[in-house]
């Protein structure tokens, strides 16, 4: 089973940086992609990025050109470098790993933006 833990989160000025960190500590075979959701308070979770076993990005508009995601496979960990960030970008990041038709899911790390 995958088990997820994400780390990094904290509060930083609009206009600084965060890298989020993402492990798997749990089966790591199979995974077929890996990505990062958000969700602010009263706000439905979204797509922030995803990387694929092949190493291909997909990023929402609104983090492209500051964000990028990562994945180190040797260390089971995916990452998002979260650079020129807006108190827009404040919200609970939430690790994902899709492992065939499963979806996984972690607790969540909080990224406080203040202006």
């Known amino acids: 089973q995958v088990q997820l833990v994400e780390s990094g989160g904290g509060l930083v000025q609009a206009g600084g940086s965060l890298r989020l960190s993402c492990a798997n500590f749990?089966?790591?075979?199979?995974?077929?992609?890996m990505g990062w959701y958000r969700q602010a308070p009263g706000k439905q979770r979204e797509l922030v990025a995803i990387?694929?076993?092949?190493?291909?990005?997909n990023y929402a508009d609104s983090v492209k050109g500051r964000f990028t995601i990562s994945r180190d496979n040797a260390k089971n960990t995916v990452y998002l470098q979260m650079n020129s960030l807006k108190p827009e970008d404040t919200a609970n990041y939430i690790c994902?790993?899709?492992?065939?038709?499963?979806?996984?899911w972690g607790q969540g790390t909080q990224v406080t933006v203040s202006s």
């Open positions: 994902n790993a899709v492992q065939g038709i499963l979806t996984y």
């Open positions: 749990g089966r790591i075979f199979s995974i077929n992609a």
């Open positions: 990387i694929s076993n092949g190493g291909n990005t």
